[in-house]
């Protein structure tokens, strides 16, 4: 037997022990009363009686309602349009209300996907257009001063700077030209030493308190700054890997909570925008990990 052959009968074999879920046929007059006792439901056409399960649920089956069913859909539609409708602009109003004065909503990294609500839909009566301009100077600036090195952020960015959300994948325009990407050229730095800087790592919630000064090659990240702590022996973390990135969950063997979790904080009071992996902290700045619940 050749390989082919090898090839079919094991794939022959497998199909055997495979399993399927078959629903034998039954008796239509059965499924036809079932499907009559949704007629009386289908004259119901207020906005708390209709039921968008009604229409699909026979749409999806042997039998239909004739010129009922086309009424339904038309009921649903100018119901879910409004009820969309009422949601957006509440969404809306609520993101407009978070603009800050450099003109983020919330803030830099809650902007992109906030940008892509507001795109959606025009707003009667609010200053929507000069916001979102405020909101692209502010997100520009950042892209500039390197904000955005996080895969999920710049994955929400970059439909927006390309006048895109979400939504656009209702009917994507397959045939628009894009851009090949080629991978950066990075020119290799002159033999460098590398300078090193200073941070203050510091964990109070713990017995006894944390408190060492690290010493890291200047641009590390707080992991890094992490990695070299638990080098040097006296402090450990443990994290998990999240669609942002590597997320912390135990300092010093103490893992969270239910509802809790290792806040990163910038001394004296200010939390971090960006985790482990993308924060790079300055020389001499002071990092504290606080147990908090949320
Ligand atoms: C809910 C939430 C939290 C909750 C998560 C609790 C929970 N178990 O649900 C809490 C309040 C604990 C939290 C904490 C933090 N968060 Co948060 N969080 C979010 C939020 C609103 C939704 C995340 C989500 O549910 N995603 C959907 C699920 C399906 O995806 P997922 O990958 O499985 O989600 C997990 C991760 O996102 C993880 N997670 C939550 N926040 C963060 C932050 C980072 C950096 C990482 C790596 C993971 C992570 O928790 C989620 C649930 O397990 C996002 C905003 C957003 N639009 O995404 C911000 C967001 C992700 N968080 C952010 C930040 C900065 C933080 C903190 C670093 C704040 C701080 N100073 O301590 C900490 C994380 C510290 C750490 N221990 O590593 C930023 C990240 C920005 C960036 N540049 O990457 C975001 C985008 C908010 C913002 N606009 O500033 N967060």
Same mark, same amino acid.
């Given at each position: 037997m050749?390989?082919?052959? !090898?090839?079919?009968?094991?794939l022959?074999?497998?199909g ?9 046929e ?5 499924v ?6 949704l007629?009386?439901? *289908?004259?119901q056409l207020?906005?708390e ?9 026979l ?6 309602a004739?010129?009922? /069913?086309?009424f ?8 879910l349009?409004?009820?969309?409708t009422?949601?957006?602009r &509440?969404a809306q ?11 983020? #909503?919330?803030?830099v ?16 009566g609010a ?6 301009l405020n909101?692209?100077?502010a997100l520009?600036?950042?892209l500039?001063?390197?904000?955005f090195?996080? !895969?999920? *952020?710049?994955?929400?960015?970059l439909?927006v700077?390309?006048h895109?959300?979400y939504?656009?994948?209702?009917s994507?325009d397959?045939?628009?030209p894009?851009?090949?990407? /080629?991978?950066a050229t ?9 300078e #090193?800087?200073?941070v ?8 006894p308190?944390? %408190?060492h000064?690290?010493?890291v090659p ?5 992991e890094?700054?992490?990695m ?5 022996g006296? #402090? ?10 590597p997320?912390? &969950? ?11 979790f ?7 009071? &200010?939390?971090?925008q960006?985790?482990? !992996?993308?924060y %790079?902290?300055?020389d001499g700045?002071?990092i504290?990990?606080?147990l908090?619940?949320?």
């Amino acid at each position: 037997m050749g390989r082919l052959g !090898a090839l079919l009968l094991l794939l022959g074999a497998l199909g055997a022990l495979a399993d399927i879920c078959n629903i034998p046929e039954v008796d239509s007059s059965l499924v036809q009363s079932l499907g009559q006792r949704l007629l009386p439901w *289908m004259d119901q056409l207020s906005l708390e009686h209709l039921n968008p399960s009604i229409y699909v649920g026979l749409r999806l089956s042997s039998v239909e309602a004739s010129t009922k /069913e086309a009424f339904y859909l038309h009921s649903l539609n100018s119901d879910l349009r409004h009820r969309i409708t009422l949601a957006i602009r &509440t969404a809306q109003e609520k993101v407009l209300k978070a603009q800050t004065p450099e003109g983020y #909503f919330g803030n830099v990294y809650s902007t992109p996907l906030a940008l892509q609500l507001l795109m959606t839909s025009p707003m009667p009566g609010a200053e929507l257009g000069t916001a979102c301009l405020n909101a692209r100077a502010a997100l520009l600036a950042s892209l500039q001063d390197g904000a955005f090195q996080n !895969a999920l *952020m710049i994955s929400q960015l970059l439909p927006v700077l390309n006048h895109k959300s979400y939504v656009d994948l209702i009917s994507p325009d397959c045939l628009a030209p894009r851009v090949t990407l /080629e991978p950066a050229t990075v020119t290799p730095s002159l033999m460098q030493v590398p300078e #090193f800087i200073h941070v203050m790592l510091k964990v109070p919630s713990v017995w006894p308190p944390y %408190r060492h000064s690290i010493s890291v090659p200047a641009g590390s990240s707080l992991e890094e700054v992490l990695m070299k702590a638990q080098e040097l022996g006296g #402090f450990m973390y443990g994290t998990q890997a999240s669609l942002s990135g590597p997320y912390l &969950t135990s300092v010093m063997g103490k893992e969270v909570g239910e509802r809790e979790f290792w806040q990163l904080i910038r001394a004296p009071d &200010t939390p971090l925008q960006q985790g482990i !992996a993308d924060y %790079r902290p300055k020389d001499g700045e002071t990092i504290e990990l606080r147990l908090v619940t949320w």
